[in-house]
């Protein structure tokens, strides 16, 4: 027979040391954001209101905790991404809603920004860009497809490596636009300049299916036609 009070135990026991890991990198994360990119260990302990030796027995070493401070600022960024990158009413829409999800972050996190160039997070961008270029992808086909384009099965491979140089090149330029202190173009203009881009890039593309698409048209009238 389990035992269910010592489950109840170890289950409150793991939410004590997840609210504390959190704690921990949140605490990092507002010192960064303060000015400080390389807080160390006894910093963010003091930050977060913890003993030095918890703090150790959730990151052994500094290294850990950058690793860790990475991860929770990547993922918050692809979650931001994410919830925009989705068919909307138009072509246009869709690549101004998710671009300016991106550098809106962007702009009110830079020295978090700044962060996703360090080592420590060269594999974890390196995956978050992975990720995000497949659902770029796949929103490609999808639109491709509601346009009235065939897109063989090569096509779809074709489309991924695209892509990712779409994605990566992106992320390549805001994080320039960043370091240089994000005030030219403006955000809004950033914004208008690069969805302009990847509108005609997409257009283009679709021109080689012998397909015109007006990037203000409804996308979900021309799926259900």
């Known amino acids: ?23 921990i990198v949140d605490a990092a994360i507002e010192i960064i954001e303060d000015g400080d990119t390389s807080p160390s260990l006894a910093e963010v302990g003091r930050r977060a209101g913890l003993a030095r ?8 070493d500094k290294a850990s905790l950058d690793k860790a401070v990475a991860d929770h600022i990547i993922g918050e960024v692809r979650q931001e991404i994410s919830a925009a990158l989705q068919l909307r009413s138009s072509l246009r829409e869709t690549i101004r809603d998710a671009f ?10 830079p020295a978090l920004h700044a962060l996703q160039d360090d080592a420590a997070a060269a594999d974890l961008v390196r995956g978050a860009l992975d990720g995000l270029a497949a659902q770029v992808a796949d929103l490609y086909v999808a639109g ?15 489309t991924t490596p695209l892509a ?13 636009w960043v370091r240089q202190g994000a005030k030219v173009p403006s955000p809004d203009n950033l914004v208008a300049i690069t969805v302009e881009l990847v509108v005609a ?23 259900a036609d």
């Open 144 to 158: 491709f497809t509601a346009a009235g384009a065939d897109v063989t099965e090569a096509d779809r491979l074709t």
């Open 100 to 109: 300016a999800a991106y550098v809106a972050w962007a702009t009110l996190h």
């Open 53 to 60: 030796s918890v703090v150790y027995r959730h990151f052994s």
């Open 1 to 23: 027979m389990r035992d269910v009070t010592a489950d109840g135990r170890h289950a409150r026991w793991e939410q004590h040391r997840e609210a504390q890991h959190r704690r």
């Open 164 to 176: 990712h140089g779409l994605v990566s090149g992106v992320f390549a330029m805001v994080g320039k």
């Open 201 to 223: 890039m997409t257009t283009t593309r679709l021109a080689a299916y012998g397909v015109t698409l007006d990037p203000d048209a409804p996308l979900f009238d021309l799926s």
